[in-house]
């Protein structure tokens, strides 16, 4: 977006967090997660996301694993709610995922 004489440029900057599941020796699944918050929006991210923890008693400093949500050591209560407050944020989703083909030792 740089370039000529009515340049424009785009400043905006983009805080990426990336989270992996599945191992590639293992060979068989692997996705890759990720999530993207303007620099500019990432303080309203957090302020929903501490007040969601902090409404059922979750320690903000205490990670919410999708584990967690599935086994049920994260409450059902607090997992629908952060599922709820993350629609609600100003995130950019993406996610990519590979079934790993099995291959014959020699």
Sequence with gaps: MTGGAAALTDTQMHLL?????GRLSDRKFFALGGVAVADTDWHLLRDHWQETLTAHGWPVDRE???HGIRT?????ALADAVVQ????SP???????TCMGSRSES
């Design 64 to 66: 919410v694993k999708w």
């Design 91 to 97: 995130l950019r989703c993406s996610r990519a995922a």
């Design 72 to 76: 049920g050591e994260v409450p059902p």
């Design 17 to 21: 967090f990336l989270d992996e599941s």
């Design 85 to 88: 407050t993350l629609a609600r």
